[in-house]
């Protein structure tokens, strides 16, 4: 991120985030959040989004973290459920576990993953032991970008195979972006064309939005920012 001439700074409670984001923050990153957010910190993400900022979640299963009231204005839901793929996955020990870890191809027609897209079915990428995203009733639409191989299963049970009486093989939703027409909208999107002039209008909660939609990315699994 400093190679890219941005300055990265911490941004926790005791450095502001349960009163609002900073002003000047181009894009906030929670990356594998292990906690739940105390209420107030969400509030001040939401009220960033209602300006038109820019977030990344990364979650996993097997956290306390929740997404909570930011699911309405995401129109997403995070389902922490572990995958498993006992067709497509990485072999690395040679044991059922490897099953957790997914590879796919799978990708929508998005900027997020327009390198991904263009290099073809040859390219894919590895996420360990995801969750996977629903969309929710919401006035902002998110758009799925990665999702899973049709053979990849909730593994609810935990013992790394298909259970065919309480789970099922489908395509899940591994990345989702949302970019809506204007933040802060609750009843209706509106189009690009009528941003013009929202600049200090209210998102309902008596902050401002911005003139730009808000652009966030969720991602079913952190371990595509990890070293590994």
Do not use: C
Not at 144 to 152: G, Q
């Amino acid at each position: 991120l400093m190679l890219l001439n941005y300055v990265p700074r911490y941004l926790g409670l005791a450095s502001g985030l349960g009163a609002e984001v900073p002003a000047d923050a181009a894009m906030v990153m929670v990356l594998g959040p292990q906690r739940p957010f105390l209420e107030e910190e969400l509030a001040a993400l939401d009220r960033y989004l209602a300006r038109g900022g820019s977030l990344l979640f990364a979650l996993d299963p097997g956290t306390e973290f929740r997404l909570g009231p930011l699911e309405k204005r995401l129109g997403v839901r995070y389902v922490p459920v572990p995958l498993a793929d006992d067709q497509h996955h990485l072999r690395q020990q040679g044991q059922l576990s490897d099953r957790r870890l997914i590879v796919t191809n799978r990708f929508s027609s998005h900027e997020a993953v327009t390198t991904l897209a263009r290099a073809g079915v040859t390219t894919g990428i590895l996420l360990v032991g995801p969750g996977h995203l629903q969309a929710v009733d919401s006035a902002n639409a998110p758009l799925f970008v990665v999702r899973s191989a049709p053979t990849t299963f909730e593994d609810r049970s935990g013992d790394f195979r298909l259970d065919e009486d309480t789970e099922e093989r489908d395509t899940y939703n591994l990345v989702a972006a949302v970019e809506p027409g204007v933040p802060g909208v609750e009843d209706g999107a509106m189009a690009p064309a009528q941003w013009d002039g929202v600049v200090g209008s209210d998102a309902g909660d008596g902050s401002a939005v911005s003139d730009q939609p808000m652009r966030v990315l969720i991602y079913a699994s952190s371990s595509v920012f990890t070293d590994a």
